[in-house]
């Protein structure tokens, strides 16, 4: 068994440097459908990441009247914290935001010296409100909108931050369909390159084929050596890939991090590159194998 396996093997690695150029071609289409899908699946978790990271930063903030009483206040928190889209709720008392302003502006004596001559607390209590989903705000927006609130609000502030996330899934959205139509039309031409290039290996091996099964040579030993050639475009395809992608990403994750700051798009990648690697190796001689047995089935008649 073993003899024959590695007999296969040394006649599919003769089949495919003998189709020489046939062979490298296909290899470069296969190696452009990885590129392509490894760039889709790095793009999508970098804009998770993104997106995740603009919505931990989203909040709703309630700043209440000045003469609202506390109890009244804290039930209102109480109600927040009993909706199921609400995440989390901050109150932060007069007392507190004092404080907080005051270390805040500790080196602007003007600021410090027209609050000394107060006497007395300009800011009023609020609670900051985190939902659970991006879609969850608008809800608490509304229900803080109700007249039981009116009394006691003073004023809600809803982030701009909404605008701009809608807008980035929109445009993901786009990318990640137009990627996934960019990648079955490659791999449609990929997968017809592979076909074409096993059946003229077939055909220009047919004399070879005939002794075969002359001499009684299996149906596995006969068709074995073209699934390796179909393994070889696969596994050249995605090295090359990994390589190209791993280059491209070491050069433009310092321009990454000018617009997302938050993000090292080198360090995501190298803690995740075995996940990136195993699914562009996985996918390209997946593609490869598929293909070949196609052929294999279809022009070899054993």
Known sequence: MFTNLSRIIKYGLIGFWRNGWLSMATVAIVFLVLVGFGGLLIFNSITNI?????????????????????DEVLRIQKALESLSEVKSVEYISREQALETFKSQHSADENVSQALDELNVNP?????????????????????????????????????????VIDRL??????IEQGGFVMILFISFIAALIIFNTIRLAIYSSREELAIMRLVGASNFFIRGPYLVEGIMYGLLGSVLSVLITTIIIYYAAPYLRIFVPD????????????????????FGIGLGVAFSYIAVRKYLKI
């Not at 603009?54 to 709703?60: L, S």
């Not at 927006?141 to 009394?151: I, P, R, V």
């Not at 993000?263 to 996985?282: C, N």
């Open 123 to 163: 800011l009023s209590a609020s609670i900051n409100i985190k939902a659970n989903e991006l879609k969850d705000y608008s809800v608490i927006d509304s229900y803080l909108k109700g007249d039981a609130f009116k009394t006691f609000i003073n004023k809600i502030s809803y982030t701009q931050n909404v605008t």
């Open 50 to 70: 993104f997106i995740t990271d603009i919505q931990d930063k989203i909040d709703i903030s309630v700043y209440f009247k000045s003469n609202a009483p506390e």
């Open 263 to 282: 993000i090292s798009g080198w360090g995501y990648y190298t803690s995740h590159f075995y996940k990136f690697f195993f699914y562009q190796f996985f």
């Open 169 to 174: 899934q929109r445009i993901k959205g786009i």
